[in-house]
């Protein structure tokens, strides 16, 4: 059984309708719903660039993405080592986390894909890979959003790092588990590179980063 991710906020899991299904607890409504605000505020500001996520596992937030996108030109981009979580650093250390293990929260690229197919969206790229391994060429050369939900230090800073010269102007980058004790490592990752990035706006919604570049 995944490991259910623990957050400082209460977690809204009702599914009202269909098309409002979660296909996993790793992210609850309420964020998905902050997370498609964002991203409709960048469709409705015409930033250009496509749109991608790191750290996908069954696809629960990729559904919602892709169906937000259908009427666009952009392309969804979905990147996961397939292979669940890599080892902690000292930086993820907390007494709070320690439910997540090296090969936690494994999802096959086979589950999402039938997962896609299912809510029938149009198929995104998806890559399997750690995202250390991940070259420049490997993201979109013009990123419009970006969410990232690898939970732990490194997942969280090498996809900044890679995608950071990508980001459009008016670009927005989403990080999960910013305000998770349990994971301390993405918030060390964000405000780590934060204190040398410069951007437009940053707040915190249920445990979400909201980066306004
Ligand atoms: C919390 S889950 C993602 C949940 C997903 N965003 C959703 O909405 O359901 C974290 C995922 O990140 C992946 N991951 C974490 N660190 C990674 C890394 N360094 N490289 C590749 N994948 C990573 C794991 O395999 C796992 O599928």
């Excluded at 609850?28 to 015409?46: F, K, P, Q, T």
């Excluded at 991608?52 to 666009?72: H, I, K, N, W």
């Excluded at 996961?80 to 709070?96: I, N, Q, R």
């Excluded at 970006?146 to 989403?174: C, E, F, Q």
Aim: proline share 6%; glycine share 6%.
């Amino acid at each position: 059984m995944p490991v259910k991710k623990p957050k400082t906020t209460s977690r809204m899991r009702v599914a009202t309708t269909n098309t409002n299904r979660l296909l996993s607890d790793q992210v609850s409504l309420s964020e998905i719903n902050i997370i498609r605000r964002e991203l409709a505020r960048v469709l409705d500001g015409h930033v250009p660039g496509d749109v991608v996520e790191f750290g996908c596992y069954v696809g629960t937030t990729s559904v919602f993405l892709a169906r937000d996108l259908a009427p666009t030109s952009k392309t969804l981009y979905l990147y996961d080592s397939f292979e669940g979580l890599p080892d902690k650093t000292g930086e993820d250390a907390s007494p709070a986390g320690e439910q997540f293990k090296t090969g936690e929260l494994l999802a096959t690229k086979a589950q999402l894909i039938k997962n896609l197919r299912a809510a029938g969206v149009k198929m995104p790229v998806i890559k399997k890979a750690w995202f250390s391994d991940l070259a420049p060429s490997d993201v979109p050369p013009e990123i419009s959003f970006a969410y990232l939900d690898g939970d732990y230090y490194r997942s969280i800073l090498d996809p900044l790092k890679l995608i950071w010269n990508n980001l459009a102007p008016g670009a927005t980058v989403v990080v999960d588990d910013y305000a998770n004790e349990a994971l301390p490592g993405a918030a060390r990752a964000v405000d780590g590179w934060l204190k040398n990035h410069q951007i437009e706006s940053f707040r915190v919604e249920n445990s979400l980063a909201i980066i306004h570049t």
